[in-house]
């Protein structure tokens, strides 16, 4: 990919410079954009959910794009899905890393695609990246749940939902 041309360009330039022995995509990253190739090949559209200025989103809409989709349709928001027209056929969904999940489920629902949903998935991840200890010391061990399976995003509405129930007692 570019980052392969880059390196190949640099080395050619700097013969003894130091590059890294694998690429510096992360494993997301690299796993969103194998799935929208396998994904490409069975839709009629796809739905790219991120934000414009994601290089990472912008790398899936390019690869959606390359890929041989119809109809590549970028949104920021759920709100985004009406100013889209005439989706219709099969819809895939993908999204950049940094999306939060409740975002997806939301673009989903609001799709309520008539034949339901199926969940195409090429690599399962298993990596555990535990919430930071400044955001674990806020919310109480008994309401943590299994560390493994919360993410930051649930961590975060929790701690939201804590907020405004303080401020509905204050």
Do not use: M
């Amino acid at each position: 990919g570019e980052w392969a041309d880059a390196r190949a360009a640099v080395r050619e330039r700097f013969p003894d410079v130091w590059t890294p022995a694998r690429s510096d995509l992360c494993f997301a990253t690299t796993n969103r954009q194998t799935a929208l190739k396998a994904l490409a090949e069975k839709v009629d559209a796809i739905i790219v959910i991120g934000s414009q200025t994601s290089s990472n989103t912008n790398a899936l809409e390019r690869v959606a794009r390359e890929s041989g989709c119809g109809r590549v349709v970028r949104i920021e928001t759920v709100d985004g899905l009406s100013q889209v027209d005439g989706l219709g056929g099969v819809v895939g969904v993908t999204a950049g890393a940094s999306v939060p999940e409740r975002l997806v489920r939301e673009v989903l629902e609001r799709l309520a695609p008539l034949d339901g949903i199926e969940d195409l998935r090429v690599t399962d991840e298993d990596e555990y990246f535990p919430l930071p200890a400044r955001l674990r010391g806020l919310i109480p061990d008994d309401q943590l749940g299994a560390d493994r399976h919360r993410d930051a995003g649930t961590a975060l509405d929790h701690l939201a939902e804590q907020v405004t129930a303080s401020e509905r007692t204050a």
